[in-house]
């Protein structure tokens, strides 16, 4: 089956993965400094994974509509993310006390994992 929405399916699945991936490989070199400060990349990195997927479910959940509609999802995609993610960061600094420097890391290491994703093309992607 080949689509743009299934299409669409699959890059944010495949940039999931790879956000994931490098949360936590940035909360395994945190662990030398201390677990708290693992828990902390990782949470970090996993509230923009997650935000990532919530607004990939939004925006491609509905499947083929017309621009207006496809547009609005989009919109609202973009919005959870960012409510997720607020919402984690939140959470992971004022709730759970975690340190900042390496939740701030986490989040960019699941946003340069995000960036790897859309340059790294794998055989039978068209690029």
């Given at each position: 089956m080949l689509n743009s929405v299934y299409t669409g399916r699959q890059l944010a699945q495949r940039a999931t993965?790879?956000?994931?991936?490098?949360?936590?490989?940035?909360?395994?070199?945190w662990l030398a400094a201390s677990p708290a400060s693992a828990l902390g990349a990782w949470l970090g990195g996993m509230g923009l994974t997650a935000g990532s997927w919530a607004a990939a479910k939004v925006a491609l959940g509905g499947g083929v509509a017309p621009a207006g509609t496809a547009f609005a999802?989009?919109?609202m995609g973009m919005a959870a993310k960012w409510v997720v993610v607020l919402l984690v960061l939140v959470a992971a600094l004022a709730g759970f006390r975690l340190?900042?420097?390496?939740?701030?890391?986490?989040?960019l290491g699941a946003a340069l994992g995000l960036v790897l994703a859309n340059v790294v093309r794998r055989k039978g992607v068209a690029s």
């Amino acid at each position: 089956m080949l689509n743009s929405v299934y299409t669409g399916r699959q890059l944010a699945q495949r940039a999931t993965a790879w956000q994931a991936a490098a949360s936590v490989l940035v909360a395994l070199a945190w662990l030398a400094a201390s677990p708290a400060s693992a828990l902390g990349a990782w949470l970090g990195g996993m509230g923009l994974t997650a935000g990532s997927w919530a607004a990939a479910k939004v925006a491609l959940g509905g499947g083929v509509a017309p621009a207006g509609t496809a547009f609005a999802r989009l919109l609202m995609g973009m919005a959870a993310k960012w409510v997720v993610v607020l919402l984690v960061l939140v959470a992971a600094l004022a709730g759970f006390r975690l340190p900042g420097l390496p939740v701030i890391t986490g989040v960019l290491g699941a946003a340069l994992g995000l960036v790897l994703a859309n340059v790294v093309r794998r055989k039978g992607v068209a690029s």
